[in-house]
């Protein structure tokens, strides 16, 4: 049985920062894409930054400066850290793992709620 499990979100001021993680299990992690996205009110979710198995990773341009993703094949989890928060940060932020070849397997975790407020 897969697994991705959040965890790290929360309310933050302004300018703070977070640090989401997400465990994964049930799945040969090394091998997948492993991506945090994330749903604002009313909006669609987005692709906040991946990084594949190789390392390479993709941002968000609106992050790009801000948030690093990260990823820790020993332990099968998957990092992003969040610096210089914005209010339009909010959203409930979802991690992802997407096999590089084989579409049906993609994952998703029950996502964690980051509030950006003074």
């Known amino acids: 049985q897969v697994q991705l499990v959040e965890s790290g979100g929360g309310p933050v001021q302004p300018g703070g920062s977070l640090r989401l993680s997400c465990a994964a299990s049930?799945?040969?992690?090394?091998?997948?894409?492993m991506g945090w996205y994330r749903q604002a009110p009313g909006k669609e979710r987005e692709l906040v930054a991946s990084?594949?198995?190789?390392?390479?990773?993709f941002y968000l341009d609106s992050v790009n400066g801000r948030f690093t993703i990260s990823r820790d094949n020993a332990e099968n989890t998957v990092y992003l850290q969040m610096n210089s928060l914005k209010p339009e940060d909010t959203a409930v932020y979802y991690c992802?793992?997407?096999?590089?070849?084989?579409?049906?397997?993609?994952?998703w975790g029950q996502g964690t709620h980051v509030t950006v407020s003074s």
């Open positions: 992802n793992a997407k096999h590089p070849y084989d579409t049906r397997q993609n994952y």
């Open positions: 049930g799945i040969g992690f090394s091998i997948y894409t």
């Open positions: 990084v594949t198995i190789s390392f390479s990773t």
